[in-house]
């Protein structure tokens, strides 16, 4: 099978990379992989499912990041190339994974679904890109208000929070992963930039 989730972080990477270089051979896969990702994976509304098979079916379950990573990686191309196209886009996944991810979510303590916590710091980073373009804080403030959420009445005796972000006592009790608790600093730490950069623009 083809899975979102290494060519959507393949585009991301070669798009990083070229940032870097200025080596128009990584621009040339960074646009390969988005653009296969985009014929192949995505939805109406924007959103990326996971994969698909060799015999063509598409698996159509949809993971934070999935969406994340093509948001980012859409902005980075417009970066790239000034195209008109790529911020639209990005505008259309972001809007679409919102809309999404909001009602698949069942907890009425936050506003997302909540799959994976380092999952939805992939989302998140993409909303960080298009902020620092269009300045619509909207996205961002669903995963503070989460992320919030969690900080105060998801975490276990030892300080770290649950994998569902919510207090769930089985929850509670398990030992935690480092990859889903080290998101959280980096969560944080990228709200910190951005709440700085609103000061300056006040």
Known sequence: ?????????????????????????????????????????????????????????????????????????????????KKAQYLEEAKTIANGAFNHFTAANKNPAFKLHIDLPWFVTVLFRGYEALYKVDGNYQYIAAVEHDLNYAWQNARDKNGFITLSWSPKPQELEKPKRLLDEACIAELYARLSIVKQQRKKQN
């Open 1 to 81: 099978m083809k899975p979102a989730c290494t060519n959507g972080m393949a585009a991301l990477a070669a798009l990083k990379i070229y940032k870097c270089t200025k080596d128009k051979y990584y621009l040339q896969w960074g646009e390969k992989f988005y653009n296969w990702m985009h014929d192949n994976l995505r939805d109406s509304t924007g959103v990326y499912w996971n994969d698909k098979k060799i015999d063509g079916t598409v698996n159509k379950t949809t993971w934070t990041y999935n969406s994340g990573s093509m948001l980012e990686a859409s902005l980075l191309l417009y970066e790239f190339t």
